[in-house]
């Protein structure tokens, strides 16, 4: 067992209001009154995430663009010799700002497209401008920091599951590293998940469409297409609603190799746990890091198989890496 990465998530301050994020409100509720973790308490964090042997900080939010000492972090976090990846809505904040926090030592910098239609992904975000503020992002750290990989982030729904291969064209002509794909998670009411019909027209129309798009540009198309099409073992019935792992999920690696940090000290083992707020595994300001890892709460999570892995859509990730050649 080995802590590979950990996600923090330093504010939960946002410049969008996602479709998504709903069932995660009760959560930050409790962030308003409990009060953001200072830089110092941040620091001590990262150097006992570096003894236990992480390599990897995720650094997410809310928007971790608003988090006013992000620079400084982010240079902690690289005085350590760790990996940095953070996760922004390229969206409601000074592009110079990012540049200079990139400059810092930002390895990659993933920003999602939920569609190539403005109004559907600004709809999802429920933010005007989203779209072309995430494209000018884009466009912006390609040319002023060529050392940070440009990533981006889909998730599959109702509400945009005809543009998948538009939105892998419009990857491939940002020159985008790779595009992280899952499906919709946390949407326990069933708003956005797609039917039966619709995902019957995601196998047979949306994925050929996928096929010829990816081909020329991702050397392990076959199998990427073999794992969309397949539905990772599930089916079109337990997809429809919202059943992602029907069967005996355990074991379960993630707790066993990475925890999420929330910005009041909590800490999860995983990001289901953000939408339940049940299971948390302890928090910073009571225990160390090392304490929380080797606890017997976060052993008995490891442990056990809860209901709520059913509905995870973890294990459904798919990564669309491109490789592009110089003609
Ligand atoms: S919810 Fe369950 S299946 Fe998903 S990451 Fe957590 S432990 Fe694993």
């Excluded at 073992?233 to 379960?252: F, R």
Aim: glycine share 4%; proline share 4%; aromatic share 8%.
């Amino acid at each position: 067992m080995e802590l590979k990465r950990i996600i923090i998530k330093p504010t939960i301050l946002c410049t969008a209001d996602c479709v998504m994020c709903v069932n995660r409100q009760d959560l930050y509720k409790k962030f308003a009154i409990a009060g953001e973790l200072t830089l110092v308490e941040w620091c001590d964090i990262i150097d006992n995430a570096d003894r236990l042997g992480c390599k990897v900080v995720i650094i997410s939010g809310g928007e971790p663009l608003l988090y006013k000492e992000l620079p400084e972090l982010v240079s902690y976090i690289k005085s350590k010799d760790m990996l940095v990846v953070i996760n922004t809505s390229g969206h409601g904040y000074d592009k110079n700002l990012l540049k200079m926090i990139c400059n810092a030592g930002v390895d990659d910098l993933s920003i999602p497209l939920y569609s190539n239609d403005e109004d559907i992904h600004d709809g999802i975000r429920k933010t005007k401008g989203a779209f072309f503020s995430a494209i000018e992002t884009i466009d912006f750290i390609s040319k002023e920091c060529p050392d940070t990989k440009i990533n981006s982030q889909y998730f599959l729904s109702k509400l945009n599951y005809r543009c998948l291969s538009e939105v892998l064209n419009l990857c491939i002509k940002l020159k985008i590293n790779k595009l992280d794909f899952t499906y919709i998670e946390g949407d326990f009411n069933h708003e956005n998940l797609l039917n039966a019909t619709e995902l019957t027209e995601y196998i047979s129309e949306v994925i050929p469409k996928v096929t010829n798009v990816i081909a020329p540009y991702v050397d392990n198309y076959r199998e990427i297409i073999d794992k969309l099409i397949s539905l990772h073992g599930t089916s079109v019935n337990y997809l429809s609603k919202g059943i992602y792992q029907p069967g005996n999920t355990l074991p379960c690696k993630r707790p066993s190799e990475a925890l999420l940090i929330l910005c009041n000290g909590d800490v999860l083992p995983c990001n289901m746990i953000e939408y339940t707020n049940q299971r948390i595994a302890g928090n910073i300001k009571d225990s160390t890091l090392t304490e929380i890892w080797t606890g017997t709460k976060l052993n008995l999570f490891r442990d056990t198989n809860f209901p709520i892995c059913r509905m995870c859509s973890l294990p459904l990730y798919t990564k669309i890496k491109f490789t592009y050649y110089d003609i």
